[in-house]
């Protein structure tokens, strides 16, 4: 008898591992995309990845992410990345729910493994006497109990899989995060920098023309001007005031939002930012095939796919048979002095050596609405993809675009900076020898400054725009240290 049942007992064995090397999770497809061979918008940036730049491509959620900040060149900056990945809140809200993942995937994997309890305590029973007055006595019971279930048709793995992949998503997610706070740390500085230069011209003109009046009040006091030409000075003494008081409002409050990207109230932020010095970082695009694995939010659209496909296998598994294996040993007597006893032992198998298999027949069309669920999450999920990865080629057109234009309109403006100074001082001289109406000066001066501040403007675009690219690519390279230059005089 025995080795009948050990026979049936390997038998079982054998079929259970040939079952559970079935899997119904339908294989995975990444949707297809024509690539084109380069950038739209690439000109000569640099159209192919060079050997030493570029890191291999390989998805976001599997390297850590890079400090692209350093091409800059400053130190203050380079600070203020590392404080940021340390306080800021939005990253730590991220890590944590890394951290969830993460442990969501060991809870699913622990289903591969057999699960074991042990228990000790008395039970209080009666007996029925067939008529006459039952017995009453008490039970003591130490035993351990192992449940197992086998996994068949891969429905664990599935499981499994899917944990995974979330995990993965979550990671790749959590890059994004670092990656948008870096950018945003990044963008408000070089505005506080580009404001900073506003604030300082601002003030310079605001000076001109508080001495400019001053000299006009003195003149109108000899009768050498009209009354009209001090009241000119004034409107333009009162519209620079007006405008530093403008540049200094919206400078505090990028500093407002600096600080709360540091993880700190505005009121604990000690910083003092120079003038904006020209941006010079030129940034390589790559090839359009790096993109689709080196940004982190394609990279978390791949792993929400793969996770939902899975789990397509884990529905489809529902309707095969299940196999559970279960079985309890341990001591069992009315005395509790003689529970360790040898003889008191006690085994429990179940049904066919341990095992009891289910297969399921009729419930009402549920888990054929599982798995149309199943599917059409997987296919929101393809359609996710798709857009994240049209989108991510869009930013990187359009950012490659912002810094063409505004690269040559800061050729531009350079221009007609210098030109503008030459009339200004032309026309101060003239007025000054009594050739030209003074308005013809406030005219020019008028023109010099918004030349300068328009200058000063773009400069800040152009450090934004490189920025942008940077987060448009994903963020993921080396720059050799000879090259981390960014800025010049």
């Given amino acids: 008898m025995n080795r009948h049942l050990s026979l049936r007992a390997v038998a079982l064995a054998v079929g259970v591992m040939i079952l559970s090397a079935c899997s119904v999770v339908p294989v995975e497809q990444r949707p297809a995309f024509e690539l084109p061979a380069r950038f739209a918008e690439a000109g000569q940036l640099m159209p192919t990845e060079e050997p030493g730049r570029w890191q291999p491509a390989e998805p976001a959620d599997r390297q850590a992410p890079s400090p ?65 007055p039952g017995t009453a ?155 689709l694995e080196r940004r982190p939010d394609i990279a ?5 796919m793969a996770a939902e496909n899975a789990r397509i296998g884990a529905a489809k598994a529902a309707f095969f048979p299940s196999l559970s294996l279960t079985g309890a040993f341990g001591y069992e007597s009315t005395e509790l002095g003689h529970l360790t006893n040898w003889s008191q032992r006690t085994f429990l198998l179940g049904p066919l050596v341990g095992t009891a298999l289910s297969l399921p027949l009729f419930d009402g069309g549920r888990r054929q609405a599982e798995l149309d669920r199943a599917r059409g999450l997987y296919e929101e999920r393809v ?25 040559e309109r800061l050729v531009h403006q350079r221009g007609a900076e210098q030109a503008s100074s030459s009339v200004a001082r032309s026309a101060r001289s003239r007025f000054d020898e009594g050739d030209v109406d003074y308005l013809v000066v406030v005219d020019a001066e008028r023109t010099l400054q918004r030349s300068r501040l328009s200058l000063i403007q773009s400069e800040g675009e152009r ?19 000879a090259e981390r230059v960014g800025t010049r005089d």
């Fill in 68 to 132: 692209w900040w350093t091409v800059f060149g400053d130190p203050v900056l380079v600070g203020l990345e590392e404080e940021a990945l340390q306080a800021n809140p939005d990253v730590a809200i991220a890590m944590a729910r890394l951290q969830q993942a993460r442990a969501l995937t060991a809870r699913s994997e622990s289903a591969r493994m057999p699960a074991i309890d042990a228990g000790f305590g008395p039970t209080r029973q009666r007996s029925s006497g067939d008529g006459a």
């Fill in 137 to 291: 006595q008490t039970l003591w019971r130490a035993q351990a109990s192992v449940a197992y279930e086998a996994d068949l048709f891969g429905r664990v793995s599935a499981s499994v899989a899917a944990a995974q992949a979330d995990a993965a998503q979550q990671q790749a997610l959590a890059h994004q995060m670092l990656l948008l706070v870096q950018v945003d740390v990044a963008r408000t500085y070089f505005s506080l920098r580009q404001l900073e230069g506003e604030r300082r011209l601002l003030r310079e003109t605001v000076a001109l023309r508080e001495e400019a009046a001053g000299l006009l009040e003195r003149k109108l006091g000899l009768g050498a001007v009209a009354s009209y030409v001090l009241d000119q000075a004034r409107t333009e003494l009162f519209s620079a005031r007006a405008e530093q008081v403008a540049v200094e409002q919206q400078q505090a409050l990028a500093a407002h939002a600096l600080a709360t990207l540091l993880g700190k109230s505005p009121a604990a932020l000690a910083l003092q930012v120079a003038p904006l010095t020209p941006v010079t970082v030129q940034l390589p695009p790559g090839l359009p095939s790096a993109l």
């Fill in 300 to 304: 978390a659209a791949e792993r929400a």
């Fill in 383 to 407: 359609g996710a993809y798709r857009k994240t990865v049209l989108q991510a080629f869009r930013e990187v057109e359009d950012s490659l675009v912002s810094l063409r234009t505004v690269d």
């Fill in 463 to 481: 450090a934004r725009s490189t920025v942008d690219l940077v987060r448009a690519l994903g963020g993921g390279w080396a720059v050799p240290p």
